[in-house]
């Protein structure tokens, strides 16, 4: 499937590619020692152009397809996953404020978010409410001209850094997910309180941890979605999302096949390069096909998304194959290095770890056979769910 880019984003995925090799690959393992989120890079990643991606140019930002949009994301895991999903995250909010936003709030949070100055976050997980995010408790509650959350979010990408945090709130438990509400709370708000952030097998440039909301007060007009409308959209986003982490998928693939690809060239067994052994090549060229069926089903759903249609049943297809040939495929790419794919310096273990973060990312791989298997049943008049 051919990609069709502007000659504009075209350049943009030109350098988000420049900037992946020169300003995160050569330190995206040391941040992933440090057990960091490198704030001053994801700042100059937005100063490169790359804070808001899909926010209208009439509102100051790139304007991009989702297509070439997940071409950058793309580019950037190829150096380290961590790094573009915590840029994807923030971006998202940047497009949630741009779409759903008052004039007030798109002038407040837009400008400092594209110029990198302030970071955005999505809190709809927590620790009762994953796969069933439908079921959070974190209650909104109206006093007056003010919003009290009370609640913990878990799982929320860039918790460490992050300065406007979305949250989704439950504000009449009998309405289920018609009551939750989507509410901007800022990191200075009284009872906003970031946890120490976790520790995982990989991925620390996520930043990713839990915030406590402990009567959490925000003024009314921090309302960004109403009840009935913010489930709604953060499902709609989570589409978008899940079709990124296809294409971070394909990037880390992309990534890990051409080290095995150089190594084996360059690496001698009994005398001859294992390159020249079949069994080698064969199992090269499965990780190939793999990643070549990874992007067209990635790529279809960003362009359905593009002409505007309902990608929801593409991007699980998407993501659940990306997800799953990269895993298997860093696996086979590392195996082909033999001890050397171990090493630090050729990222492939930081890519495993990628791998299978994002099997959870934007919903589990089992979520999205719940969606396939809707979709299945649905056409021929039989309800799952
Ligand atoms: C690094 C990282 C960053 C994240 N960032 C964010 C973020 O920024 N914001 C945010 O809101 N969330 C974020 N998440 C949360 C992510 O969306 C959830 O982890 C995901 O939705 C799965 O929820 P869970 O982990 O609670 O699994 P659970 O819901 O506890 O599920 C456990 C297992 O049961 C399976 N399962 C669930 N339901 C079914 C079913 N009906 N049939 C069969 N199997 C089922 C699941 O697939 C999974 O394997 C992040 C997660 C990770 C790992």
Not at 249 to 259: N, T, W
Not at 279 to 285: C, K, P, R, V
Not at 301 to 329: C, N, V, Y
Request: glycine share 10%; proline share 3%.
């Amino acid at each position: 499937m051919e990609i069709v880019l502007e000659a504009r984003e075209q350049a943009l995925v030109q350098r988000a590619a420049d900037f992946a090799r020169e300003q995160v690959a050569p330190h995206a393992a040391a941040w992933e020692a440090q057990r960091r989120m490198p704030l001053e890079t994801f700042r100059a990643a937005a100063t490169a152009g790359l804070g808001g991606l899909l926010v209208p140019t009439a509102l100051g930002g790139q304007g991009l397809s989702y297509t070439a949009t997940a071409r950058v994301v793309e580019e950037l895991s190829a150096a380290c996953m961590a790094f573009a999903f915590s840029l994807v995250v923030h971006n998202n909010l940047a497009d949630n404020i741009a779409r759903n936003g008052t004039p007030a709030q798109r002038e407040a949070h837009l400008p400092p978010m594209i110029r990198g100055e302030r970071v955005g976050a999505f809190c709809l997980t927590e620790p009762g409410a994953g796969s069933d995010a439908a079921a959070v408790r974190t209650s909104a509650r109206r006093d007056g001209e003010r919003w009290i959350l009370d609640g913990r979010k878990a799982w929320v990408t860039n918790a460490s850094v992050a300065n406007l945090f979305s949250v989704y709130a439950q504000t009449d438990p009998a309405l289920g997910w018609k009551g939750i509400a989507c509410i901007l709370a800022e990191d200075t708000a009284p009872g906003l309180v970031r946890e120490a952030p976790y520790v995982l097998i990989g991925g620390h440039a996520l930043g990713t941890g839990e915030i406590a909301l402990q009567r959490c007060a925000v003024p009314a007009g921090n309302l960004l979605i109403s009840p009935g409308d913010a489930f709604k959209a953060a499902m709609r986003g989570i589409g978008v999302a899940r079709a990124n982490v296809g294409a971070m998928c394909c990037g880390m693939l992309r990534a890990s096949l051409e080290q095995a690809l150089a190594h084996a060239a360059r690496r001698q067994v009994f005398g001859r390069p294992v390159a020249s052994y079949q069994g080698m090549q064969w199992q090269l060229a499965e990780v190939e096909t793999n990643l070549l069926a990874a992007r067209l089903l990635t790529y279809r759903a960003l362009a359905a998304l593009d002409r505007g249609e309902d990608g929801t049943l593409h991007a699980a297809h998407a993501k659940k194959f990306a997800t799953r040939a990269a895993l298997s495929g860093i696996a086979e790419c590392m195996q082909a290095m033999g001890a050397a794919g171990l090493r630090d310096e050729h990222s492939l273990g930081r890519h495993l770890a990628g791998a299978k973060i994002a099997q959870y990312l934007d919903g589990a791989t089992e979520i999205q056979n719940v969606v396939i298997a809707r979709a299945l049943f649905r056409a021929r008049g039989v309800e799952t769910a």
